[in-house]
């Protein structure tokens, strides 16, 4: 891990007052770049050559003479063969030559090497380097060991696929599309091996990663993507903000949801099984009488994480939650920096955000909001890793 004391002595040579906001253009690029133009921050974004168009045609800013905005959000693109090449000293010298900032989204922990990202990468991190591993299912310190340290309630771990006695998923990668899901459900033994033989045969997960598949009790309720903000330089409000809930559209799955039952039971063999990747987001609210319990989720995620990957949390987390008919939170899954979900809420901002900032306030906007404020207080160090 590259030690916090030398990324902040490359802060020593920064322009502060032309700070740039950078990031892999994917996942949630255009919410922290929407987020850093509303707070007066030019963006880069780094994109992969072929997968540009967003970016760099379609979301491209155009500022007047004076430099105000007039439409879009990203300023500039840095385009690259491949996304893992930003790690070159070519590459992160010119973000540092332009005094990027950079945030850290799903796609830069997956198309770059974790072990680059902790080691490797010279450029200032808003957020919590060190936990960025935690959310590699399976690893000795994933989220998993850190929910389970803090005494956080997760669904119940299934350790042999012969012990199946309820409706359960599975969780594995897909064999063929990269950084995709191969999840499936099932209540039996029986049933498990009979879908996991079907989805080898049409190649969507393999025998590997299935010997080393999450099995989990089925949560069965509605699922509520918590995204929370955590500022170290809060001082008079709560530390822990509630910013707002999303929710997942998921291919095939939302299609078979939505046939009736008889349809569903006409289906051929290939399509019987749904798939679960995730194709776009929805906007939700959770009833206040929750609010308490969700507070006490994130919480207690976020004194377990100061205590095990000191600094702990940092900025944005969010806690992937399913609520049963009890109206019980199971966390099944959490994002340790910007979630996926973001861009439903960006220019629009979020529920609680806007009510908490009597302004609108998407997690992008969250962010560079954070980033104006240490600069303008001198303590980006407290913001960075």
């Keep these: 891990m590259i030690d916090r004391t030398i990324i902040i002595e490359l802060l020593e040579q920064y322009d502060l007052d032309d700070v740039k906001i950078g990031v892999i253009g994917s996942h949630s690029?255009?919410?922290?770049?929407?987020?850093?133009?509303?707070?007066?921050?030019?963006t880069l974004a780094v994109c992969q050559k072929g997968r540009d168009s967003a970016y760099s045609r379609y979301f491209k800013a155009y500022r007047d003479t004076s430099g105000?905005?007039?439409?879009?959000?990203?300023?500039?693109?840095?385009?690259?063969?491949r996304f893992k090449d930003v790690m070159s000293q070519e590459c992160m010298g010119s973000l540092r030559s332009q005094n990027v900032l950079f945030i850290p989204n799903r796609s830069f922990t997956s198309y770059v090497s974790m072990d680059a990202v902790e080691n490797d990468f010279?450029?200032?991190?808003?957020g919590s380097r060190n936990l960025l591993r935690s959310e590699d299912r399976g690893g000795p310190k994933d989220y998993y060991?850190?929910?389970?340290?803090?005494?956080?309630?997760?669904?119940?771990?299934?350790?042999?696929?012969e012990d199946i006695d309820s409706l359960s998923i599975v969780k594995l990668h897909h064999a063929k599309k990269e950084l995709e899901r191969g999840?499936?459900?099932?209540?039996?033994?029986?049933?498990?091996?009979?879908?996991?033989?079907?989805?080898?045969?049409?190649?969507?997960?393999?025998?590997?990663?299935?010997?080393?598949?999450?099995?989990?009790?089925?949560?069965?309720?509605?699922?509520?993507?918590?995204?929370?903000?955590?500022?170290?330089?809060?001082?008079?409000?709560?530390?822990?903000e509630l910013l707002g809930v999303d929710w997942r559209f998921e291919s095939s799955l939302d299609g078979h949801v939505r046939l009736p039952a008889p349809q569903q039971m006409t289906l051929n063999e290939d399509q019987q099984i749904p798939e679960y990747t995730v194709c776009g987001h929805n906007s939700a609210t959770i009833r206040e009488s929750l609010l308490e319990s969700?507070?006490?989720?994130?919480?207690?995620?976020?004194?377990?994480?100061?205590?095990?990957?000191?600094?702990?949390?940092i900025g944005p987390?969010?806690?992937?939650?399913?609520?049963?008919?009890?109206?019980?939170?199971?966390?099944y899954d959490v994002a340790p920096r910007i979630g996926g979900?973001?861009?439903?809420?960006?220019?629009?901002?979020?529920?609680?955000?806007?009510?908490?900032?009597?302004?609108?306030?998407?997690?992008?906007r969250r962010l560079a909001m954070e980033v104006r404020r240490a600069i303008d207080e001198d303590r980006l160090e407290e913001i960075i890793t």
């Excluded at 690029?29 to 987020?35: E, K």
């Excluded at 010279?122 to 808003?126: A, F, G, Q, R």
């Excluded at 299935?210 to 918590?226: K, T």
Aim: glycine fraction near 8%; hydrophobic fraction near 40%.
């Design 122 to 126: 010279m450029v200032p991190l808003i």
């Design 317 to 331: 987390f969010c806690l992937q939650t399913c609520v049963d008919k009890d109206l019980n939170f199971y966390i």
């Design 29 to 42: 690029a255009l919410d922290a770049c929407d987020g850093a133009v509303e707070e007066g921050f030019r």
């Design 183 to 240: 999840f499936f459900t099932c209540s039996s033994y029986k049933e498990y091996e009979e879908k996991a033989e079907a989805l080898i045969e049409q190649g969507v997960i393999d025998q590997e990663c299935l010997d080393g598949a999450r099995m989990e009790e089925y949560i069965i309720g509605p699922v509520f993507n918590l995204d929370f903000f955590y500022s170290p330089l809060e001082e008079e409000g709560e530390k822990v």
């Design 341 to 364: 979900g973001t861009n439903v809420h960006m220019n629009v901002g979020h529920a609680y955000g806007n009510s908490l900032w009597r302004t609108n306030v998407s997690t992008g």
């Design 145 to 161: 060991w850190l929910l389970e340290k803090a005494n956080l309630p997760i669904p119940r771990k299934i350790v042999n696929p």
């Design 68 to 81: 105000n905005l007039r439409r879009g959000m990203v300023d500039e693109v840095m385009i690259l063969p």
């Design 294 to 313: 969700a507070f006490k989720l994130a919480e207690k995620f976020v004194t377990a994480a100061k205590e095990h990957f000191s600094p702990g949390i």
